[in-house]
């Protein structure tokens, strides 16, 4: 069993930068790829980033690429989304997902592969 709780949503402008953590329980982690998703109003759940258990590869769908970066430290258990050159399109709840693909794939990039979430935190971007 995995338990995730996200942090560091807000509100804040076009142009500005935001930091997600995600914080996990379980003395495996280091073993789970943990991706982050996001779900904006009246759209599907999407696949945002996705890093390897020993933080070696990270994955990036095209969207957020060269703006956003996942890393992870296994000592404290966390992961991070540093968010920056925010897009109002961006504005959407953030999750933080394990249990999925215990290697890379294209079923990574689908929300009912994963089995533990967190309960999502908000991101708003103002224009």
């Known amino acids: 069993q995995v338990q995730l709780v996200e942090s560091g949503g807000g509100l804040v402008q076009a142009g500005g930068s935001l930091r997600l953590s995600c914080a996990a329980s379980?003395?495996?982690?280091?073993?789970?790829?943990i991706a982050w998703f996001r779900q904006a109003p009246g759209k599907e759940r999407e696949f945002v980033t996705a890093?390897?258990?020993?933080?070696?590869?990270?994955y990036y769908a095209d969207s957020v690429k060269g703006r956003f970066t996942m890393s992870r430290d296994n000592a404290k258990n966390t992961v991070y989304l540093q968010m920056n050159s925010l897009k109002p399109e961006d504005t959407a709840v953030y999750y933080c997902?394990?249990?999925?693909?215990?290697?890379?794939?294209?079923?990574?990039?689908?929300?009912?592969?994963?089995?533990?979430w967190g309960q999502g935190t908000q991101v708003t971007v103002s224009s």
């Open positions: 997902a394990a249990g999925g693909p215990p290697a890379y794939n294209r079923g990574s990039l689908y929300p009912h592969n994963y089995d533990f």
């Open positions: 890093i390897a258990g020993n933080g070696g590869r990270t």
């Open positions: 379980g003395r495996t982690f280091s073993t789970f790829y």
